[in-house]
Nanobody
Framework: EVQVVESGGGMVQSGGSLRLSCVAS????????MTWVRQAPGKGFAWVSG????????YYVDSVKGRFTISRDNAKNMLYLQMNSLKPEDTALYYC??????????????????WGQGTQVTVSS
C-alpha cells in the first residue's frame, strides 16, 4: 500500500521558519519525482516545489524562490521542505505528492497520483 505522511507544520510569526517532512512507503521512492503542493484558505491547489528522483533538478514557484528549499533523502524515503522568511500568504495546508514533473517545460503537473493528508502551516503577521 502506498502511503505518504507529512509532518512539521505549525504556527509561526512572519519571518519565521519551519521544516516540513514527508515519509513515503509502498513504492520505490528513489525512482520518482516528488512535489510539495499547498492549498490556501478559500483557494485551489498550487504547486509549490518539485525535485527529481536524484536531486539534480528542483523547481520553485516564483513566490517562494530564495525562501524555500526542497530536498530528499532516498535512503530514508524522506522528502523535505525547508521554509524560511515565512509570510502570512504562505499560510496553507501543505501536501507531499508524487507526480511526474515535465522538467523541460516546468508546467505544473497535471496528475498527482499519491498524496498525504497534509500538514497545516499558519503564519501570523
Amino acid at each position: 500500500e502506498v502511503q505518504v505522511v507529512e509532518s512539521g507544520g505549525g504556527m509561526v510569526q512572519s519571518g519565521g521558519s519551519l521544516r516540513l517532512s514527508c515519509v513515503a512507503s509502498g513504492f520505490t521512492f528513489s525512482n520518482y519525482d516528488m512535489t510539495w503542493v499547498r492549498q490556501a484558505p478559500g483557494k485551489g491547489f498550487a504547486w509549490v516545489s518539485g525535485i527529481d528522483s536524484s536531486s539534480t533538478k528542483t523547481y520553485y514557484v516564483d513566490s517562494v524562490k530564495g525562501r524555500f528549499t526542497i530536498s530528499r533523502d532516498n535512503a530514508k524515503n524522506m522528502l523535505y521542505l525547508q521554509m524560511n522568511s515565512l509570510k502570512p500568504e504562505d499560510t496553507a495546508l501543505y501536501y507531499c505528492a508524487r507526480a511526474r514533473v515535465d522538467w523541460a517545460t516546468l508546467n505544473p503537473p497535471t496528475f498527482y497520483d499519491y498524496w498525504g493528508q497534509g500538514t497545516q502551516v499558519t503564519v501570523s503577521s
